[in-house]
């Protein structure tokens, strides 16, 4: 059983590796939107090239990240979180000295891969650490930690880009991976998710990041070395690399490529449904949506996130551009976003447990539209206090009410044994319709390859996206009223109270019979 204390000087280390690592694919996920327009110029680099540079790290992120926790429970957690910083440092590196766009969308793919490995890797460190006794308080630190990384990155993002230069966004996760790589091999525990010797069930990465998981929490006993669905995996990011690369490029490709590529895509999706009904352990279990209230919820996640995502990626860029702010100004304007949702999410969430999830679920999505509507304001000439505060404080206030509910009624939906795989499949969920907004709106809104160097030009395409996010929020806000229903009382909580991420909700591992347990190997 762990016994890590969280006042001894290893729980201290614990903690701080677990933030450490956890805080470089945070930084990484919020500072880099505001170097887009530098990236741009400095590269030569037209509009898809930008919107690679997104989307390549969120398309290894989304696909590979249901797997990278049952690495874990086979190789060590320890092992594998550190085999994942290090490959995201060294693929960080990549991008600060890439010479060309391809260069710097082939590194971020690959830092998408480091993170996959290292997300769910600290969450499970720290739940396969502590005593339980301390859990708790351990995860709420490493979750309160992570949300004040997520503020400060658009800050400190926007003051390298104007400073050092963009590079510096990148280069920063090496010294911090120098600092967490001998701390995690020195002071951080080794566990994998075979059982102890006390015949209890090892704690498991591989639920807490979605990964596939036995519907009793003891299968781990019996199957301690189950097969990894790596055809799933690579179906699954084949699929939405695919995709992507029809949205990206319709405007300019030829038809023929970009048929073939959304046809190809369709059919790798219709391929990993196939290969997840057969596998006896699949990546993504179809029959967890057996729950209706799982689904209806992931599909309120799909149109949240696909609104956040598109959101983020472009409003950094027409504050710039448009507005004519700095980096730093455009990064620091967004930030009252993250503050709000760091200080009122727990306060948020225990609302929610009182009066039900319907009413913050639904409207949550209608604040969130009617805030990204007053971004419509936001043109050349903006005042901050005027035009851009109002909106962002509408928008952080719509987060706030509807981020923690989500998680609490994902985690509700399904049986206890099985809260872990839900909490990843949502996670996943939410960067996958991320990433298919950032694709999808310049292609939905006409903006041209080169329309982030008109104010102009973006200006009106700006507006245009922010409609259709608008849109996407209600619809989000509508499917939320018709089917969610209060869950049962004695369901699961979440365990991470307070979150600071704008990207995607949080992870979640699983608690049974008094113990924790993140899955199964």
């Excluded at 989307?55 to 060590?76: R, V």
């Excluded at 060294?90 to 391809?102: D, M, Q, T, V, W």
């Excluded at 504050?319 to 980096?327: K, N």
């Excluded at 619809?475 to 869950?487: D, L, Y």
Aim: charged content about 15%.
């Amino acid at each position: 059983m762990p016994d890590v204390r969280l006042a001894s000087p290893q729980g201290k280390w614990i903690l701080l590796t677990t933030v450490l690592g956890s805080s470089m694919a945070m930084l990484d996920s919020t500072v880099v939107n505001v170097a887009l327009p530098r990236i741009g110029r400095d590269l030569d680099a037209d509009l898809a090239a930008l919107q690679w540079t997104v989307n390549a790290y969120l398309l290894t992120l989304a696909g590979l990240i249901l797997l990278g926790g049952s690495l874990g429970d086979h190789y060590g957690r320890r092992k594998v979180f550190v085999i994942g910083v290090v490959w995201f440092a060294a693929a960080s590196l990549l991008c600060g000295i890439a010479p060309n766009a391809g260069v710097l969308v082939a590194a971020r793919a690959l830092q998408g891969v480091g993170g996959a490995l290292l997300t769910p890797g600290s969450l499970a460190l720290i739940q396969a650490s502590f005593h339980a006794d301390d859990r708790g308080r351990a995860v709420g630190l490493w979750s309160g930690f992570g949300g004040i990384g997520a503020a400060v990155g658009p800050f400190l993002g926007g003051w390298l880009v104007d400073g050092p230069g963009w590079r510096w966004v990148f280069l920063l996760n090496v010294p911090l991976a120098v600092v967490c790589v001998p701390v995690a091999l020195r002071h951080v525990p080794e566990s994998d998710g075979r059982p102890s010797r006390s015949g209890a069930t090892g704690i498991a990465t591989g639920i807490a990041t979605g990964s596939a998981a036995e519907s009793a929490v003891g299968t781990a006993k019996d199957r301690p070395h189950a097969r990894f669905d790596v055809l799933g995996a690579f179906l699954g990011a084949l699929a939405l690399a695919l995709v992507t690369y029809a949205l990206i490029e319709a405007p300019s490709g030829s038809v023929g490529v970009v048929s073939g590529a959304a046809v190809a895509g369709l059919a790798a999706g219709v391929a990993f449904v196939a290969v997840e009904r057969r596998h006896p352990d699949p990546m993504l279990p179809l029959d967890i949506f057996a729950s209706r209230q799982f689904t209806a919820v992931n599909l309120v996640t799909l149109c949240v996130y696909a609104a956040f995502g598109g959101f983020f990626f472009l409003s950094a860029v027409q504050l710039q551009v448009a507005v004519g702010w700095s980096a730093l100004g455009a990064g620091t304007a967004l930030l009252p976003t993250t503050v709000l949702m760091l200080l009122l999410s727990a306060r948020s969430g225990e609302l929610a447990e009182r009066i039900g999830p319907r009413i913050p679920l639904t409207v949550g999505p209608l604040l969130c539209a009617a805030g990204m509507l007053l971004m419509l304001r936001v043109g050349p000439g903006a005042s901050y206090a005027a035009d851009v505060l109002p909106a962002v404080l509408v928008l952080g206030c719509g987060m706030v009410t509807l981020v923690a509910p989500l998680t609490a009624t994902v985690l509700a939906s399904v049986d206890v044994s099985r809260a872990g795989v839900a909490s990843g499949v949502n996670n996943a969920a939410a960067r996958a319709a991320g990433l298919v907004a950032v694709a999808a709106l310049p292609l939905l809104t006409g903006m041209s390859a080169e329309a982030y160097r008109s104010a102009t030009a973006f200006d009106e395409a700006f507006g245009r996206a922010m409609v259709l996010c608008a849109g996407v929020l209600v619809v989000g806000a509508v499917v939320a009223f018709t089917t969610v229903r209060r869950p049962a009382p004695d369901c699961r909580r979440p365990e991470c109270r307070t979150h600071g991420s704008v990207l995607a909700p949080p992870l979640e591992g699983e608690r049974a019979k008094g113990r924790l347990s993140l899955g199964d190997g």
